[in-house]
């Protein structure tokens, strides 16, 4: 049974850029939930996916955007990258969006902007 | 919403010592969920158990133990017989009737031979 997959593992872009990370949920999850992690820091959550919507954002300017898809995968996309993006982004998965059900993490795609 | 308090920054141990991890949460829901997360060196974070709030039973697997005690908001992780492999920072994260879950700063627990 795979788990949480994201991709890719490590990504370097410049001030300015865009990027998009992907995440493929655990089988039989359909709720994909985004986290920034700083270094030293806990996750912050981002935003929450179901049924394709965004059904809950953490604080996060619109810069930060997402996509979820008929297959339940997703995409972050960050728009005009800043130096302070620069963090571990972490996908997590979880059955039907229930605040009771466990979010099973990926092992994250490090993002470093310069 | 939910606010969480790890004091412990950083704990060394030496292996097969117990180490106990502190957890204070805040919370305003009256229903709500305990989660506690081990991120080791490699970045991904591994769920180790969750707690329903109207279930305070203690419960212990293996080696891991934790204690729940809602009069005093407080959700104890200890670790009889560390081992190094228990290296990692773990978090404790509260989530109440909306999806997400709120991380503090985490412990960093260090085990050495």
């Known amino acids: 049974d795979a788990g949480v997959t994201q991709s890719p593992t490590h990504l370097i872009k410049t001030r300015g850029q865009q990027v998009t990370l992907r995440c493929s949920p655990k089988s039989g999850h359909d709720t994909v939930s985004w986290y920034q992690q700083a270094l030293g820091q806990g996750p912050q959550f981002i935003f929450q996916y179901y049924e394709e919507e965004e059904r809950q954002r953490g604080n996060f300017p619109d810069r930060f955007s997402g996509h979820q898809f008929p297959n339940y995968s997703s995409e972050l996309n960050v728009n005009a990258l800043l130096l302070g993006d620069s963090a571990l982004y972490l996908c997590a998965s979880s059955p039907s969006g229930r605040a009771h059900y466990t979010q099973y993490f990926g092992p994250g795609t490090r993002l470093t902007v310069l | 919403a939910q606010k969480v308090t790890q004091a412990q920054t950083e704990i060394s141990v030496v292996e097969k010592e117990d180490v106990t991890l502190d957890c204070v949460y805040e919370?305003?829901?009256?229903?709500?969920?305990l989660f506690w997360y081990k991120q080791p060196p490699s970045g991904e974070l591994v769920f180790l158990i969750r707690?329903?709030?109207?279930?305070?039973q203690n419960e212990i697997s293996g080696r891991y133990s934790w204690n729940f005690q809602k009069s005093t908001s407080s959700f104890n992780f200890t670790i009889t017989a560390s081992q190094v492999v228990d290296s990692a920072v773990y978090f404790c994260?509260?989530?109440?009737?909306?999806?997400?879950?709120?991380f503090g700063t985490g412990t960093r627990l260090q085990v050495t031979l």
């Open positions: 919370t305003r829901d009256t229903t709500y969920y």
């Open positions: 994260a509260p989530r109440g009737t909306a999806s997400k879950l709120t």
């Open positions: 707690r329903n709030s109207f279930d305070e």
